[in-house]
């Protein structure tokens, strides 16, 4: 694993991530910054019981954290061994509350796995991808965020859907979300205590997704082994003193030469929201970050 323990300047790394996805990897081919993917007939075909590992990252999302860990106790699944992955920084304690009251539960099929890294490390998403990417036994890997919810059916859906698939990667063709949040909005739950929470799905709407972006990459065990999380691109790999926008899901298309094979998965939801609680609360940059998602919307 390439991961740097020295910083870039930020601008300079800012530069050369535009400078590399809008030129270079147009000119150059894929394989120079990977390892050889496995052949597709030489990739693992699970059947039936299996491993599936869920990779999140949190920095000031506690609140939307406890729905996706909830998730998980009130959705456990039944046809799949399910780890769960937070990346989270210790300087985050209300993150820290929301992991130490769901680590004391016990829940069949599902193992937590909550990694403390520097912030210098979680601000760069693709690091903590790289890390779980190369040292994973799971058969399956799904790189999310902690916005997202697995409900209903959605995990033991999902292991139906994979029996016997051996493609890089996959994503669900569908996902149900909510309008664009304000942080006052009674779910967010800003201040609540930690506590084991659900939603109302009425107030979600269906979106259909037409490629594995950021947070819906699901892929194969043998391929992740293989290449890691854009781990020969160093740009991706560099620590970093402010939470990074993350394209490197982008890149990790291009080192696949794909953008994922669609599956039908039941109970996907997402929490959308106008505060970024990566960012720190009423800043310029805050702000404007927040006016550009509500003129999205």
Same mark, same amino acid.
């Not at 690091?127 to 059916?153: K, P, Q, Y």
């Not at 669900?172 to 779910?187: F, N, S, W």
């Given at each position: 694993?390439?991961?740097?323990?020295?910083?870039?300047?930020?601008?300079?790394?800012?530069?050369?991530?535009?400078?590399?996805?809008? @030129?270079?990897?147009?000119?150059?081919?894929?394989?120079?910054?990977?390892?050889?993917?496995?052949?597709?007939?030489?990739?693992?075909?699970?059947? &039936?019981?299996?491993?599936?590992?869920?990779?999140?990252?949190?920095? &000031?999302?506690?609140?939307?954290?406890?729905?996706?860990?909830?998730?998980?106790?009130?959705?456990?699944?039944?046809?799949?061994?399910?780890?769960?992955? +937070?990346?989270?920084?210790?300087?985050?304690?209300?993150?820290?509350?929301?992991?130490?009251?769901?680590?004391?539960?016990?829940?069949?099929?599902?193992?937590?796995?909550?990694?403390?890294?520097?912030?210098?490390?979680?601000?760069?998403?693709?690091?903590?991808?790289?890390?779980?990417?190369?040292?994973?036994?799971?058969?399956?890997?799904?790189?999310?965020?902690?916005?997202?919810?697995?409900?209903?059916?959605?995990?033991?859906?999902?292991?139906?859907?994979?029996?016997?698939?051996?493609?890089?990667?996959?994503?669900?063709?569908?996902?149900?979300?909510?309008?664009?949040?304000?942080?006052?909005?009674?779910?967010?739950?800003?201040?609540?205590?930690?506590?084991?929470?659900?939603?109302?799905?009425?107030?979600?709407?269906?979106?259909?997704?037409?490629?594995?972006? &950021?947070?819906?990459?699901?892929?194969?065990?043998?391929?992740?082994?293989? +290449?890691?999380?854009?781990?020969?691109?160093? @740009?991706?790999?560099?620590?970093?003193?402010?939470?990074?926008?993350?394209?490197?899901?982008?890149?990790?298309?291009?080192?696949?030469?794909?953008?994922?094979?669609?599956?039908?998965?039941? &109970?996907?939801?997402?929490?959308?929201?106008?505060?970024?609680?990566?960012?720190?609360?009423?800043?310029?940059?805050?702000?404007?970050?927040?006016?550009?998602?509500?003129?999205?919307?």
């Amino acid at each position: 694993m390439k991961t740097t323990k020295t910083f870039a300047p930020n601008w300079y790394n800012t530069y050369a991530i535009h400078f590399f996805r809008l @030129i270079l990897k147009h000119i150059l081919p894929a394989s120079w910054f990977r390892s050889a993917l496995p052949k597709i007939e030489e990739r693992t075909a699970v059947d &039936g019981f299996f491993k599936l590992e869920i990779v999140s990252h949190c920095w &000031g999302y506690s609140n939307m954290l406890a729905y996706q860990l909830s998730s998980f106790v009130n959705y456990p699944p039944t046809k799949c061994a399910l780890t769960v992955t +937070i990346f989270y920084a210790k300087e985050d304690t209300k993150c820290q509350a929301v992991l130490d009251f769901f680590g004391q539960k016990n829940v069949d099929n599902v193992t937590w796995n909550f990694q403390a890294l520097s912030k210098e490390k979680l601000f760069r998403r693709a690091i903590g991808r790289n890390m779980v990417a190369r040292s994973t036994d799971a058969d399956w890997l799904w790189f999310t965020d902690c916005d997202i919810i697995f409900h209903e059916n959605c995990l033991d859906s999902l292991a139906e859907q994979l029996q016997g698939k051996q493609e890089a990667l996959y994503y669900p063709k569908q996902e149900r979300t909510t309008e664009m949040l304000a942080q006052d909005d009674p779910m967010l739950r800003k201040d609540s205590e930690p506590q084991l929470v659900n939603i109302d799905t009425a107030g979600f709407s269906l979106h259909s997704r037409d490629k594995a972006k &950021g947070a819906f990459q699901i892929v194969h065990g043998d391929v992740a082994r293989a +290449i890691g999380y854009c781990d020969g691109l160093s @740009i991706y790999q560099t620590l970093s003193e402010h939470w990074c926008k993350c394209y490197e899901d982008r890149e990790f298309r291009w080192l696949l030469g794909s953008e994922g094979v669609p599956l039908d998965v039941d &109970g996907v939801y997402q929490i959308r929201h106008v505060y970024k609680g990566r960012y720190k609360e009423n800043t310029f940059r805050s702000k404007l970050r927040s006016k550009i998602r509500r003129m999205q919307e």
